[in-house]
């Protein structure tokens, strides 16, 4: 029996840094190991282009101990949602209340049963209001565009807001928004909405790309910034 062979590592496995939270992963798309923030999930995730590599990404972890305790105090605390609080939607506050029959939308409420499926009810009318209003703004751009609707989705990507895929011979185009979208203000959300119809004609970001977003959605720079000064808040609710 060898008593010193090393411990081995799966894409996954978690650590504990000082009390702190890293996860293990490989992506091949990666080129060296690295350390990146995961703020939907409060954690560090440890990169590794291989899982040959991932002991030199626990070492590099360990190595980087007061840089990811920095990293994970700066993140604003979790904001679960809970009867009697207040979510903000496109700039317009909803009470989040506790009713009977099916979950329901109304002027200035969201209002789901008591049960232990309330907050992910909850969850699913804002989604589903994220879609409704995302899908408005984009008919709008795409029409400013004169480009014919493209497909809308919404996901819960953990590092963009927004990606289009444009059109191309048998495939229509399609844009796809985190649906946290819904939570930032109506001017910030439609530029996003702007900038991935801007990608219907432009599938690049050249000058031609941002007079388009300029054209639709005006100076694209207070917007970009507010993006990067709240993402952390926006990816913190959660039910």
């Not at 990507?157 to 649906?179: D, L, M, T």
């Not at 979208?181 to 991935?196: G, I, N, Q, S, T």
């Not at 959605?217 to 990067?228: E, K, Q, S, V």
Request: aromatic share 6%; proline share 8%.
């Amino acid at each position: 029996m060898n008593l010193f062979r090393p411990q081995r590592y799966a894409d996954g496995d978690r650590l504990d840094v000082r009390g702190c939270a890293v996860r293990l992963k490989v992506d091949g798309r990666a080129r060296r190991v690295s350390l990146r923030v995961d703020r939907a999930k409060s954690e560090v995730v440890a990169l590794a282009p291989t899982p040959r590599r991932l002991t030199e990404a626990v070492a590099f972890a360990h190595e980087k101990a007061e840089w990811i305790a920095g990293q994970l105090a700066a993140l604003p605390t979790r904001q679960v949602i809970a009867p009697g609080g207040v979510l903000r939607l496109l700039d317009r506050p909803y009470r989040l209340e506790v009713g009977s029959g099916r979950p329901k939308m109304t002027d200035d409420a969201l209002i789901a049963p008591d049960d232990s499926t309330w907050s992910l009810r909850i969850l699913r009318l804002a989604k589903r209001e994220a879609l409704t209003r995302l899908t408005e703004r984009t008919a709008h751009h795409a029409a400013a565009l004169n480009r014919p609707m493209p497909s809308v989705v919404i996901a819960d990507p953990k590092a963009r807001w927004g990606s289009c895929r444009p059109a191309r011979p048998g495939h229509p185009a399609a844009i796809r928004y985190s649906w946290r979208l819904v939570l930032a203000p109506f001017d910030v959300a439609d530029y996003v909405v702007a900038h991935e119809c801007a990608h219907l004609i432009e599938a690049n970001h050249g000058p031609r790309f941002w007079a388009l977003c300029g054209q639709l959605a005006g100076d694209p720079a207070p917007h970009r910034a507010w993006l990067r000064a709240h993402a952390a808040e926006l990816h913190a609710i959660s039910a």
